[in-house]
């Protein structure tokens, strides 16, 4: 389950799981964000929306691929996720998705471009 | 305070010593009065200054009181915060004397008895403080020193924050502030806020009993705040106000009616969240703010303190500093 936490709520996404036009569009970690391990669990600053949030490892884990590897595409980060976790794309999608959108509103990460 | 200035103010404190410049408790009160009437009386906390100018007529002699040790001063090198305070006019003055607090050009609370000067003052700097003091992460915390490093208890309102801090400061730890923990982050260090200790209610007579002979100001009943009384900052606390403090540990304070001693560890996640989301500017601060916030949690760790008498606080915090803060490494 991937899951943001904003200032103690618990978020959740709202309509498909699915963001649309999600795999055709390419993603970028947002200039001034923040992403910190503290203990058991992650903090981020959102950039782009001055937010503090407190994310699971998941939220944390596409979070840094697209910190660490640059921008790309939901499928590709994905891909980094899966190996990484030794699980398949396909089975990591719907999870990575049902949070991606509350990555956006959180001004966390930004669509750069809509290429492939 | 910028750095530049505040080494002045440390220069002016210096000079004054030097010079025989009364304490504001040793002053003669018409020279006080006079201040108040004229070119304001300077207050320096440490990490800001403050000016205050007034014709309310309780003012003087509270401000005597309970800012007993800090030098008198009339003229700062910097002034952060400019206060006024005067009698409200227009006819019911004379039915009812009030006071008005203004803060450079706005009036921010309703007009308070003349008698409740004091109380007036202390909320409107605290006030001024938490929307105007960005060189420093304001933390909602009572803070105080001790072999060179900081505890810091942050609270909400109604935890037992200023009891705790009022009364370590009575058993010889160093007051930084009742009620900001000012982390100076380009300095890497806590700096004194060094204001009187705001107590309300029962925690007025709970300090009494610690320590009978604690400096206290007058007693204001009927405030909104229910019953106040502030404890003046000790002589030594007022000399070193210019002196910071590395982190040493965070305590998350809770009194509860009878509650046996409880004091745990806090993980560092937990912690964030507790300094970032009570803090007065974090918000303010941006990723400045969220990145001060990592750099404590990172720097020192954090307990949560639950207790109901003040006696097994004290010697809990005493252990916990001995064992767990001066140990360890680094």
Redesign the interface.
């Known amino acids: 389950m991937l899951g943001v936490v904003r200032d103690g709520r618990t978020l959740s996404a709202a309509g498909p799981a699915h963001p649309p036009d999600v795999d055709q569009t390419r993603w970028a970690w947002a200039a001034g964000s923040r992403l910190q391990a503290l203990g058991e669990g992650w903090v981020a600053y959102g950039g782009a929306s001055g937010e503090t949030l407190y994310l699971n490892d998941e939220s944390a884990a596409i979070l840094e691929v697209l910190r660490d590897e640059g921008a790309a595409s939901f499928d590709a980060v994905c891909r980094a996720l899966a190996a990484d976790s030794g699980l398949a794309p396909e089975e990591l999608a719907p999870a990575a998705a049902e949070g991606w959108s509350l990555l956006v509103e959180a001004g966390l990460i930004r669509a750069v471009d809509a290429g492939g | 305070m910028p750095a530049a200035e505040r080494g002045e103010a440390a220069a002016v404190d210096a000079a004054a010593a030097a010079t025989g410049a009364p304490a504001l408790g040793r002053a003669d009160p018409r020279q006080v009065r006079a201040a108040l009437r004229g070119p304001g009386l300077g207050l320096d906390l440490g990490a800001a200054t403050l000016r205050v100018r007034s014709d309310a007529p309780a003012l003087a002699a509270a401000l005597q009181s309970v800012y007993r040790e800090h030098p008198l001063a009339t003229a700062l090198p910097w002034v952060d915060i400019d206060l006024r305070l005067d009698r409200a006019r227009g006819l019911r003055r004379w039915l009812r004397p009030l006071v008005r607090l203004r803060a450079e050009a706005a009036h921010p609370f309703e007009p308070f008895p003349a008698a409740t000067a004091l109380p007036l003052f202390e909320w409107g700097a605290n006030w001024m403080i938490g929307l105007r003091l960005h060189e420093c992460l304001l933390l909602h915390a009572g803070a105080l020193e001790r072999d060179g490093r900081a505890l810091l208890l942050p609270a909400l309102p109604g935890a037992g924050k200023s009891t705790l801090t009022a009364a370590l400061a009575l058993r010889g730890w160093r007051l930084l502030s009742d009620e900001f923990g000012a982390w100076d982050y380009r300095a890497g260090q806590f700096t004194a806020l060094l204001k009187p200790v705001a107590l309300k209610n029962e925690s007025i007579d709970v300090i009494r009993r610690l320590a009978p002979a604690a400096p206290l100001g007058p007693v204001f009943e009927k405030t909104r705040k229910g019953t106040v009384a502030h404890l003046a900052a000790d002589a030594q606390a007022v000399r070193r106000r210019h002196e910071g403090a590395l982190p040493g540990a965070f305590v998350l304070p809770q009194w509860q009616a009878g509650a046996a001693l409880q004091l745990e560890p806090v ?7 507790a300094l ?2 009570n803090a007065f500017n ?2 303010v601060l ?2 400045t703010g ?2 001060a916030v ?1 750099s404590l ?2 720097a020192a760790r954090g307990w949560r303190l639950v207790y109901g008498e003040l006696d097994d606080a004290l010697a809990a915090l005493d252990r916990l500093w001995r064992h767990e803060v001066l140990a360890a490494p680094g």
Do not use: I, N, S
């Open positions: 993980d560092a996640h937990a912690l964030f969240g970032a989301f974090y918000r941006g990723a969220f990145d990592v949690v990172q």
